[in-house]
């Protein structure tokens, strides 16, 4: 299991992590004027690692992700709704008016670091993901549940629980469970930026390149739900 070895990593979180910013794209990454028939819109829920903190948006390993998609002619729109500092609680508060908005065929749910760092209480945090889960399946979205990490420093009980948590809540509702996409990258400072917390530019191709290998035969394996 990854574990973050830089003890500033633990002085920067509570700075730029866990302050929510109220600017966010919650419209296609990067849409095309003149498409007309969307096979597959994936809405991604997350924090700060799918908001290009630090970035401009089109250098995000979304964007990145969507231009690739485009690229390939591979029919899968995105919309990112990811807001830096964002917790389950504040995501599960959203997520009603964004499937409504958007009617996503896919959710991919990238959250819970925040809870961790801000010690919130795993059982919460579960509950929150679950309803998560739910609200998206009920409204004909496909769930994918983006595996979390956080520091040993919180003890080895509290980060015993986190970890475990998201496999827990992936085992319950039948949902795949992606691999925490900066388990290799975090390693390497020359793809963290200044803080040590977020990925780089030079760390978002190579990111966008993982979750296509990761997202594209998840969501293309399934049976086409939407059209505009």
Not at 30 to 50: F, M, P, Q, W
């Amino acid at each position: 299991m990854f574990v973050f070895q830089r003890h500033r990593y633990i002085l920067a979180a509570f700075i730029f992590l866990l302050i929510p910013w109220a600017s966010y794209s919650d419209q296609p990454a990067a849409a095309s004027a003149d498409e007309e028939l969307v096979t597959y819109r994936l809405l991604i829920v997350g924090d700060s690692l799918s908001a290009a903190y630090g970035l401009k948006q089109h250098q995000g390993w979304v964007s990145l992700l969507q231009n690739t998609w485009r690229s390939d002619n591979v029919p899968i729109d995105v919309v990112n709704a990811a807001i830096s500092g964002e917790t389950t609680d504040g995501a599960l508060a959203r997520l009603p008016r964004l499937l409504e908005q958007h009617n996503p065929s896919h959710v991919l749910i990238e959250l819970g670091g925040n809870d961790g760092l801000q010690g919130h209480p795993v059982g919460k945090m579960k509950a929150n993901l679950s309803k998560m889960i739910t609200l998206a399946q009920n409204a004909g979205a496909t769930v994918l549940l983006q595996d979390m990490q956080i520091p040993t420093n919180y003890g080895k009980r509290y980060t015993q629980l986190f970890t475990d948590a998201f496999e827990d809540v992936a085992n319950a509702h039948d949902v795949p469970l992606l691999p925490f996409f900066l388990e290799e990258i975090a390693l390497k400072a020359e793809l963290m930026q200044r803080d040590g917390i977020h990925p780089n530019a030079d760390a978002q191709p190579k990111i966008a390149e993982l979750m296509n290998e990761r997202l594209r035969p998840l969501i293309i394996s399934t049976e086409p739900l939407i059209s505009d």
